[in-house]
């Protein structure tokens, strides 16, 4: 297969006006997945999750992967395994190297349960496929009307939980002297990140997601230590990429997932070269004011 080849399967707009019309779910789906992502993923890097997302990603893949074996619906089965996950480190999880280790075991246990599952379905190869990869274009009114409903109802807990929770993100311990009940906290996320795993998961497949739970919100995190601002970049940088992912994928015959993943890569290489100006111009600032 030469470059042009290869070229014209990533990049190929004919048409590309009759297949935006027939994907406004999925732009619509992606948008929320968007919005969802860039919230949750503030927490998670305050709270320094990231591993335990690729943990419940993978627990949340075997949930699926059952749920496409037995014919019962995928996303319900990814919910499951999600939230099975997220309790068990929840109550598990109390100390950081506890936590680790316990999403060390989690990892390898779900990621080989899912690949049993996927080898005994004797279904379409596509849809196999789509539990890794993500199958957002495939989204139908149903689907989207479902989405929504769950996403808004994550965002609503973690709305109401936000002051206390960004008390207990940054310091646990004066927020725990203080009355805040951190523990209760920590497992009302865990089950929070584990649905927004689940859901994010359509999007990107089991084993990207963290291009949504993490790659927009670190970005942010690059660029600004405001606390509001890092929740609205973080947001914004994850909208560009589900929808951005989407649009992209329109124009060739490949999965949405590496459209999504390289624009936050790109996106988090930008922020980061950014972050690195800023620091040393700071730097040099403070050395010829010492001067």
């Not at 335990?52 to 996303?75: K, N, P, T, Y």
């Not at 008390?167 to 009302?188: C, I, K, N, T, Y």
């Not at 795993?197 to 990207?208: H, K, P």
């Not at 700071?282 to 050395?287: E, H």
């Amino acid at each position: 297969m030469d470059l042009e080849s290869i070229l014209q399967s990533v990049f190929n707009f004919d048409n590309y006006g009759e297949l935006l019309v027939l994907v406004q779910n999925s732009l619509w789906a992606g948008a929320v997945l968007g919005l969802l992502g860039g919230l949750v993923g503030t927490f998670v890097m305050k709270r320094d999750l990231a591993f335990a997302v690729h943990g419940i990603s993978e627990l949340s893949f075997a949930g699926a992967a059952f749920a496409l074996l037995i014919g019962a619906d995928v996303v319900f089965g990814s919910l499951i395994g999600s939230v099975a996950a997220a309790l068990l480190l929840g109550f598990m999880g109390v100390r950081a190297r506890d936590k680790n280790s316990i999403i060390g075991v989690i990892m390898p246990f779900g990621l080989g349960l899912g690949i049993l599952f996927l080898s005994l379905y004797e279904g379409r190869a596509a849809n196999k496929f789509g539990l890794l990869t993500g199958q957002i274009v495939s989204v139908d009114t149903v689907q989207l009307q479902a989405l929504a409903g769950t996403a808004m109802v994550v965002m609503a807990g973690l709305i109401a939980i936000w002051r206390p929770l960004s008390f207990a993100s940054v310091d646990p311990e004066l927020a725990e002297a203080r009355g805040v009940p951190v523990r209760l906290l920590a497992l009302v996320f865990m089950v929070l990140l584990g649905v927004s795993v689940a859901l994010s998961i359509q999007i990107v497949g089991a084993l990207l997601v963290l291009a949504l739970l993490i790659t927009p919100a670190a970005a942010a995190l690059r660029v600004t230590s405001s606390p509001r601002l890092v929740v609205i970049l973080s947001v914004v940088f994850a909208m560009v990429a589900t929808v951005g992912g989407i649009l992209l994928a329109l124009g060739g015959r490949i999965p949405i997932s590496p459209y999504v993943t390289t624009l936050s890569f790109v996106i988090y290489v930008v922020c980061r070269v950014i972050g690195s100006v800023r620091a040393k111009r700071g730097l040099n600032g403070r050395v010829l004011r010492t001067a």
